[in-house]
């Protein structure tokens, strides 16, 4: 692992080291993935605006999202069966989000038992939802959750249906059993992922349901998968604790906007209120320091972390946040911002910028 210089290098062995039929399954986007590549390449139209002879002698990263304190503004993204990738799955990501001392979101579709997750280390970690036309199904996981002792519910909004994913059809991609759903949901073996999605989703979701979700639990409820400032704004009326910037990785809609560019005007319009957090793209701690000075509180690393766990298992998650924190440090030194509070919208230039000063 010393040969690895960079996040990105993990994707390349993650590719080495699974079957096909799964890299492609956590490497795909939808469609023609014009808004997966998106996702990345919208943070190269942003530029830097690095004030000098500052004090950086000293950089504090450590942010608290939620009240909960952690050493870098920097989380992991909810994503599903993490055993595909490594045999210890979901267990040895937990264990190095503790490592880092970070927050985990856990996927609703987690290979491991969240009861598993709870009891492999100790951290604070959330619960990523969907919630499926069994409202009972739904209900008993959260309160699974709050009984493992997890933080806070994160409710995925944006899959009414399943994104066309063609990797994965031409693939013939299964679901393999999940352990949490044992008992309850007797048709996941060998259903194809899209089918168990149609099968067990509920598309007629709507806002009236985040008040049933907290008549349920006491836990913070987060929304995950906002993208304009409409409903950034219902979310916000609708009484969410959180909102999660996010486009599902681009495997949902494509052609759907990049995070990068919809946050600002997210921001804006949640005025402060609650914690924005971003996640889509972030591959670099240039990116980071872009997603926060344009209002994030935080960012979610998704596939990296998949593609670390593939390749190097537990030790592999560690590399790859611990890449990203050291290149966070780097850029708020040499942007003149010893904290996570001196990363201003002054410290970046959009690409519109860009282009008005030119005319």
Not at 80 to 101: D, I, R, S, V
């Amino acid at each position: 692992m010393d040969q690895i210089v960079n996040v990105n290098e993990f994707q390349e062995l993650a590719k080495r080291a699974l079957p096909k039929m799964y890299f492609d399954f956590y490497s795909g986007g939808a469609e023609d993935q014009h808004t997966l590549k998106e996702n990345v390449e919208a943070f190269t139209r942003i530029m830097f605006r690095p004030r000098v002879l500052v004090d950086v002698s000293k950089i504090d990263m450590s942010t608290r999202i939620l009240g909960y304190p952690i050493s870098a503004p920097i989380m992991i993204a909810p994503t599903a069966m993490h055993m595909l990738a490594h045999p210890q799955g979901e267990t040895a990501t937990a264990k190095a989000a503790a490592a880092c001392n970070t927050i985990m979101i856990v996927s609703y579709m987690a290979s491991c038992t969240i009861e598993e997750v709870a009891s492999s280390c100790n951290a604070v970690r959330f619960l990523q939802i969907y919630v499926y036309k069994r409202r009972d199904v739904t209900a008993q996981m959260v309160k699974r959750a709050e009984k493992a002792g997890f933080k806070a519910i994160v409710l995925t909004v944006d899959v009414p249906k399943f994104g066309r994913r063609e990797a994965d059809i031409k693939n013939k991609m299964v679901s393999p059993q999940l352990r949490n759903f044992e008992g309850l949901i007797s048709y996941l073996e060998g259903s194809g992922v899209e089918a168990l999605a149609s099968s067990t989703f509920d598309a007629s979701l709507t806002w009236k349901d985040i008040e049933w979700l907290r008549s349920i639990t006491k836990l913070p409820i987060m929304v995950k998968g906002i993208l304009t400032r409409e409903d950034a704004l219902r979310a916000i009326e609708a009484g969410v604790d959180g909102i999660v910037v996010s486009n599902h990785g681009a495997r949902q809609l494509d052609y759907s906007p990049a995070t990068i560019t919809v946050l600002e005007e997210i921001v804006h319009v949640v005025g402060g209120r609650v914690p924005v957090l971003l996640d889509g793209g972030v591959r670099r701690g240039t990116d980071v320091f872009k997603a926060l000075a344009l209002g994030a509180q935080a960012v979610l690393i998704g596939r990296p972390v998949v593609y670390g766990l593939a390749a190097k298992g537990e030790d592999g998650v560690r590399k790859v946040i611990d890449m990203l924190k050291n290149e966070l440090e780097l850029t708020m030194a040499l942007s003149g911002c010893p904290t996570i509070d001196d990363i201003t919208r002054n410290n970046v230039r959009t690409e519109s910028e860009r282009l008005k000063s030119m005319l």
